[in-house]
């Protein structure tokens, strides 16, 4: 068994093209002898956001704090709460929002892709 507690990870500023105030905690990866997924906590600033991306990777995301808006490729946008849970489909676009005036946080969960070390996603297209 491994232990340990998010926030004995220390937080890396996330500054892709299009990211603002982002910050991600790498909980468990390759690097800790996970071979198949991989467990992050998204940390965004109030007003943080991601940009309109695609990956190969599927996201199972919960909504640990804050009031995040999940923005998808037609620019439909959902309001999510506290407790909420998301599948994102492989390659399907998304951008994630922080509408709120406190800090947000998103438990994310990615497969680890063959080459791949659950840190970062496999960009690919977005498909209209």
Excluded: W
């Excluded at 690097?31 to 956001?49: L, N, S, Y």
């Excluded at 994102?88 to 969960?109: A, D, I, S, Y």
């Amino acid at each position: 068994m491994l232990r340990k507690h998010f926030t004995a990870v220390e937080p890396v500023a996330i500054s892709q093209t299009g990211f603002k105030g982002l910050s991600a905690r790498y909980v468990l990866t390759s690097a800790d002898g996970c071979p198949h997924f991989a467990m992050r906590v998204m940390e965004f600033e109030p007003q943080g956001h991601t940009s309109l991306h695609a990956h190969l990777e599927e996201h199972e995301i919960f909504v640990i704090e804050g009031e995040p808006l999940y923005i998808d490729a037609s620019g439909k946008e959902t309001r999510l709460r506290v407790g909420d849970a998301v599948y994102v489909p492989p390659e399907e676009p998304h951008q994630f929002k922080n509408v709120g005036q406190t800090m947000m946080r998103l438990l994310c969960l990615i497969p680890i892709l063959p080459g791949a070390n659950g840190r970062s996603t496999t960009p690919c297209p977005i498909r209209k």
